[in-house]
Nanobody, 123 residues
Framework: EVKLVESGGGSVQTGGALRLSCTQS????????MAWFRQRSGNLCELVAL???????YVSDAVKGRFTISRNDAKNTVFLGMNELKPEDTSIYYC?????????????????WGQGTQVTVSS
């Protein structure tokens, strides 16, 4: 089982920027898909960014042009650069790996998920 620990959250004003990081430890079994989800209504989370094993990326329409997902060469740390932040970006952001990336909308948490880091954007 892989352990994921997120950091970098905080409070910013509209238009500000943050960079989240996620440190991965434990066996990855050679799987290198990593993603960032954020909590929406109830306990539902939505996919905001994904990086694949070949390092190609996906970002949701809601954050396209503002958020960027990347990782280090060792593929044990993934980042989410967030620019031009808006109040609607306020959420708990979760790092998710491999088998936990099952859909673009899913229940938050569980195995293959980190504990999350809070991002608050004030107007």
């Amino acid at each position: 089982e892989v352990k994921l620990v997120e950091s970098g959250g905080g409070s910013v004003q509209t238009g500000g920027a943050l960079r989240l990081s996620c440190t991965q430890s434990g066996s990855t079994f050679g799987t290198f898909y990593m993603a960032w989800f954020r909590q929406r209504s109830g306990n539902l989370c939505e996919l905001v960014a994904l990086i694949r094993d070949d390092d190609t990326t996906y970002v949701s329409d809601a954050v396209k042009g503002r958020f960027t997902i990347s990782r280090n060469d060792a593929k044990n740390t993934v980042f989410l650069g967030m620019n031009e932040l808006k109040p609607e970006d306020t959420s708990i952001y979760y790092c998710v790996e491999g088998a936990g990336i099952r859909a673009t909308e899913t229940y938050c948490g569980g195995r293959d998920w980190g504990q999350g880091t809070q991002v608050t954007v004030s107007s």
